[in-house]
Nanobody
Framework: QVQLVESGGGLVQAGGSLRLSCAAS????????MGWFRQAPGKERESVAA????????DYADSVKGRFTISRDNAKKTAYLQMNSLRPEDTAVYYC??????????????????WGQGTQVTVSS
């Protein structure tokens, strides 16, 4: 089992940047695919990005491609989401999640076994 704790959220102006962190504890972090999801008020949870065990493969939602970067440091048991050029529509609670394997279905929240509690990101216009 793995426990996940997100941090790094906050209030930022449009065009600004934030870096979210997801610290893991428990079983070997490098055994898990890591994903980031977000949920805005009144909307369904949506996928943002995912990264493979070694970090060699990444996937992004079209809405964040070119602006967000997912990465991981297995030695520190931490995954990151660097968010640049933020827009008001990026406002949401951001969650990190872990899965033993997701492959091409990385965008499905049902593929992930463990979730963090979320961190709020608010982008003002």
């Amino acid at each position: 089992q793995v426990q996940l704790v997100e941090s790094g959220g906050g209030l930022v102006q449009a065009g600004g940047s934030l870096r979210l962190s997801c610290a893991a504890s428990g079983r070997t972090f490098s055994s898990y695919y890591m994903g980031w999801f977000r949920q805005a008020p009144g909307k369904e949870r949506e996928s943002v990005a995912a990264i493979s065990w070694s970090g060699g493969s990444t996937d992004y939602a079209d809405s964040v491609k070119g602006r967000f970067t997912i990465s991981r440091d297995n030695a520190k048991k931490t995954a990151y989401l660097q968010m640049n050029s933020l827009r008001p529509e990026d406002t949401a609670v951001y969650y990190c999640a872990a899965a033993t394997y997701v492959g091409s279905t990385w965008y499905r929240s049902s593929e992930y076994n463990y979730w963090g509690q979320g961190t709020q990101v608010t982008v003002s216009s």
